[in-house]
Structure formats: C-alpha cells, structure tokens
C-alpha cells in the first residue's frame, strides 16, 4: 500500500537557518504530493503541492520538488521565522478513484530567537 | 466566511455517554472526511463519504457512527465513550481528484 516517511521531529533551529525536513514515499501510481502545515490550535492547511515528477511547490518562502526516481518530496525554506513554528505534514493522494490521502507522521518544527 | 466549521470545539464527557460532533462545509465540495489526531500528532483517518455515500471506513469501533444528511454536513456520532476515544477529531472537505484538502479547526475530545 501506499505510505509516506517523514523524518522524526521534534526540529529545533535559530531563526534565519536552512530548514530541511525529508519525506520520502511508496505509491504504487503516479501519485500528488502535497506538504500541509498545523500551527498550534489550528486545522491542517495546504502549504505547498506538486503533481507529477519535476515539478516544483512553492508558497511563503517554502519550497519542495517531485523527485520520482528517490521518492522524495523534500521540504525546504532558506530563513525560518518563529512564525514558522508548527507540526509539517508530508501527503500524497493517489486518486486511483475516491480520494484517500495518506499522511506522514508530522514533523514538529520549533524556530527559536 | 469558514470554509469548513466544526461544533464543539472542546467536549468534555465522562466514560459511557454519547456525543455528536457537527461539521459543515461551504466550499461546494463533494467529498468529506473525519480524521482522529493523537496527542503526539499522528492523524488516522475514519470515514470520507462522496456526494453523501460513504466511500472510506477504516478500521474503526461501531461505536462511531458518521451520517451525512446532505453533501454539506458531515456529522459524527460516538456511542459509549473510552477514554481511548481522548483526542481531537477534524472535519475535512476536498474535491474529488487529487485536490487539497480544506481543514475544520478541530474538536478536542476529553473522555473522564
């Protein structure tokens, strides 16, 4: 079945480094991948999403590639900001019919003055 | 305007009642869904139902029963509360295809 790894959290960085959080997944199509974001109190929300191979998500300075032959969907930003601070959630939906998206495990991020 | 609203937002109830949690969306989507959220933040889904007919049932107790009265409502229904049953449970909508997923705020379960 289809699955998706993200690395454990909990992140902790200083404001203005590089953030890296890896997701790696098992589809067994050709499936979108999406990165959502939870900050404290709140509902998911779509951050960023790619939906085929090369393809490049982009949104509030976050960034992520499509890389079909790793299977990876890598979750980059050049500068964190304390507001970045919230649970990441790595997905890829597989709509071989009705949709089910499959979830990571979340990564904690905690950015730090 | 919320897209996606969900009442309560706390419940607190004791060991054996029964509770409902509303959800509602007015976004036009077709499909909608209940996730259970961990304290460590793992998010399991339950149900998704499209265009009214129930589409996904995980591995969930009959305790939980989802009715959906029409596509913009999705209720859930908890018969004989666990304190396993602890958690914050979201409401979501999509529409069908390989489209985001638009999130409620939660509603934080407390079973005592």
């Known amino acids: 079945g289809d699955s998706v790894t993200q690395m454990e959290g909990p992140v902790t960085l200083s404001e203005e480094a590089f953030l890296t959080i890896n997701c790696t997944y098992t589809a067994t199509g050709y499936p979108s991948l999406f990165w959502y974001v939870q900050y404290p109190g709140e509902g998911l929300q779509l951050l960023l999403k790619a939906t085929k191979a090369d393809d490049k998500g982009s949104n509030k300075g976050f960034e992520a590639t499509y890389r079909k032959e790793t299977t990876s969907f890598h979750l980059e930003k050049g500068s964190v900001q304390v507001s970045d601070s919230a649970v990441y959630f790595c997905?890829?939906?597989?709509?071989?019919?009705?949709?089910?998206?499959?979830f990571g495990t979340g990564t904690k991020l905690q950015v730090i003055p | 305007d919320t897209a996606v609203s969900q009442t309560p937002k706390y419940l607190v109830t004791q060991m054996g009642n029964d509770k409902s949690i509303k959800c509602e969306q007015n976004?036009?989507?077709?499909?909608m869904y209940w996730y259970k959220q961990d304290s460590k933040k793992f998010l399991k889904i339950m149900f998704s139902?499209?265009?009214?007919?129930?589409?996904i049932n995980e591995t969930v107790p009959n305790r939980f029963s989802p009715k959906s009265p029409d596509k913009a409502h999705l209720n859930l229904h908890i018969n004989s509360l666990e304190l396993g049953d602890s958690a914050v449970y979201f409401c979501?909508?999509?529409?069908?295809?390989?489209?985001?997923?638009?999130f409620g705020p939660g509603t934080r379960l407390t079973v005592t």
């Open positions: 997905a890829l939906d597989y709509s071989g019919g009705y949709q089910k998206v499959t």
């Open positions: 139902y499209n265009n009214k007919e129930l589409i």
């Open positions: 979501a909508s999509s529409q069908s295809g390989p489209n985001e997923q638009y």
């Open positions: 976004l036009g989507h077709d499909t």
